[in-house]
């Protein structure tokens, strides 16, 4: 192999390196303002708080493939019609939230810790500001 070749393989090498951290960190940046999601379609009718979906919390630690291809969920707040039933038949949350790769489903506070009445939305903010004080009891 001539000197040239050489070259011109690790040039290739290099360049695909490049591409392969530009694909990967670039939409990373872009999305930094997405914070958390109120999901409210059921839950204040069902007498329960809506849940706060962390998603920069989630994001940090998955790659946006696992929940919205391989697990379907679509890119819309509110969007998915999650109810328990499917979630303790392992699907959205429950895919995760079963004990193995993260706490179970008996954690109900842990995920319907929203104020009632809020709204289904993707919310700009902290989860602090969404999640209702836990020493004031709410009355349902
Ligand atoms: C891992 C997160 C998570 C946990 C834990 C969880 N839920 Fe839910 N739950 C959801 C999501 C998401 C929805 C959909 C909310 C909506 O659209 O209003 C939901 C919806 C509901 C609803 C309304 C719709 C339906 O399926 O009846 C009730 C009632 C409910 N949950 C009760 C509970 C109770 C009781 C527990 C504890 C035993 C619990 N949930 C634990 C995420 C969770
Ligand atoms: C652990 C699962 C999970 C991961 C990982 C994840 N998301 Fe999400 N994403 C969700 C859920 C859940 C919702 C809200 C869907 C609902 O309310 O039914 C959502 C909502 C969204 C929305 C819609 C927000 C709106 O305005 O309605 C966008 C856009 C989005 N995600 C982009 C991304 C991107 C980009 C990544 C990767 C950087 C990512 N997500 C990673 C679970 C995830
Ligand atoms: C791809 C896997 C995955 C999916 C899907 C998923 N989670 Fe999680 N979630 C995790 C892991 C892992 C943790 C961290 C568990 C731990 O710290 O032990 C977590 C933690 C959380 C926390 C606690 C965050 C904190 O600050 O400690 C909440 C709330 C939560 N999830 C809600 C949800 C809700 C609601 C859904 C569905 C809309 C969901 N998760 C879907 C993996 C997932």
Same mark, same amino acid.
């Given at each position: 192999m001539s000197r040239v070749t050489k070259h011109s393989k690790w040039r290739y090498v290099l360049l695909g390196a490049i591409t392969w951290l530009a694909a990967f960190s670039l939409p990373q940046s872009v999305h930094a303002e997405y914070a958390d999601v109120v999901i409210n379609n059921y839950a204040d009718a069902a007498g329960i708080r809506p849940v706060v979906f %962390? !998603?920069?919390? !989630?994001? &940090?630690?998955?790659?946006?493939? #696992?929940? !919205?291809?391989? $697990? =379907?969920?679509?890119?819309?707040a509110g969007g998915n019609k999650i109810t328990m039933a499917? &979630? &303790?038949?392992g699907k959205f949350c429950g895919?995760?939230? *079963? =004990? @193995?790769?993260?706490?179970? #489903? @008996? *954690?109900?506070? $842990?995920?319907h810790s929203g104020i009632p009445g809020t709204p289904t939305h993707f919310h700009g903010s902290t989860v602090q500001r969404l999640v209702a %004080?836990?020493?004031?009891p709410v009355e349902q």
């Open positions: %962390p !998603h920069w919390f !989630h994001r &940090i630690r998955f790659r946006c493939k #696992v929940c !919205h291809a391989d $697990l =379907g969920f679509q890119f819309k499917k &979630i &303790i038949d895919a995760c939230h *079963n =004990g @193995e790769i993260a706490w179970s #489903v @008996e *954690n109900c506070a $842990l995920c %004080p836990a020493y004031k």
